[in-house]
């Protein structure tokens, strides 16, 4: 590898937020987060960073990590699964007002492309389908399959709003049935050792809303009368978020968000299992959230904490944050406090 090529894999490049995704999605699978970051110049206070970027070879070095610890080859996909355009910063969030569907496709592939800049991207269009062709031009090598499909599954997610149906292409072999890969996308196609990678997937022709596209409009999500499963579902999460966080104590549970949503628990949990997610999942991920900010930035004790938060004493809460962040509360309150 060339000079020039060298210095360009050690210039930041991808914010340190989807390395804390990548991370937390692989520990949800019993991987810790000390057996991927070792030795691959990835600190904890970066992954905590809002303005921490990692270079190419940081995430190559953690994505090779991983890649060798997963244990189902699906994985990759589903973690691209979680990245929804929320999960790309503010400037997915400006995606999701785009009323457009054609102009919505070609936002999402310049922003992946300036924002994720991981693999290059193709796009072209034949009447109402388009294209999506995925390119390596860093040279890869083993970890190609497994961004290839990162990107694929997110794709696939970010997309789903204007387009119902996706035919994937891989440029590589797969040891799973089709039908195993079905179930993460039902009603989609997947071909292994294809020519190239791509994804084709024509608009479904249904017109995406024109409410009020502010910011506070696209976290809260406040209304769930889309017909389309994959948009009820990606709408319902936005609810159920949003309802945690305005009470993510004891009275927050599944029956309790179903019944103000007007919806049955069963259909709540169908809704979040299509989406990817759980409601113990997204009732965590908030708690996590807002443990780490009343540790950091206040000095309620921890008994308290505990309470506001659902838990029905300390010690409950103690080993429930140690199983999210790896950390007990009184570590990252000492640590905060030291900074101050």
Known sequence: MDTLNSLALEVPIVSARYAYRFIRFM????????????DTGVTE?????????????????????????????????????????PSHGLL????????????????????????LPLMDMELAST?????IRLIDTWGLGNLRPCLTKIYMGSIHRVSSQVCSHFSFQ???????PEEDWKRLAPGCEFEFDANVSQVTMPLNGLPIRKDDASLEFLVARTRHDRKQQTLEADETVMQVRELIMSQPGRPCTTENIARRLDISPRTLRQH????????????NDIRESFATLYLKDTNVPLESIAEKLGFSDQAGFTKAYRSWTGHTPGDVRRKARKKK
């Not at 520990?27 to 070792?38: A, C, D």
């Not at 054609?102 to 924002?115: A, C, N």
């Open 272 to 283: 979040l299992a299509s989406a990817g997610t759980s409601f113990r999942e997204l009732r």
């Open 127 to 131: 009447g109402s389908t388009f294209r």
């Open 45 to 85: 206070d970066m992954l905590e960073s809002p303005e921490a970027s990692l270079s190419m070879n940081q995430v190559l070095a953690v994505l090779g990590k991983a890649d060798w610890l997963m244990t189902d080859e699906r994985a990759a996909f589903e973690f691209g699964q979680q990245l929804d355009l």
């Open 92 to 115: 997915g969030f400006a995606v999701l007002g785009q009323e457009n569907p054609r102009r919505l496709i070609s936002m999402i592939v310049q922003y992946l492309r300036v924002g």
């Open 27 to 38: 520990e949800s699978r019993g991987v810790k987060r000390h057996t991927i970051l070792e």
């Open 170 to 176: 891989f440029d590589f072999p797969s040891a799973i």
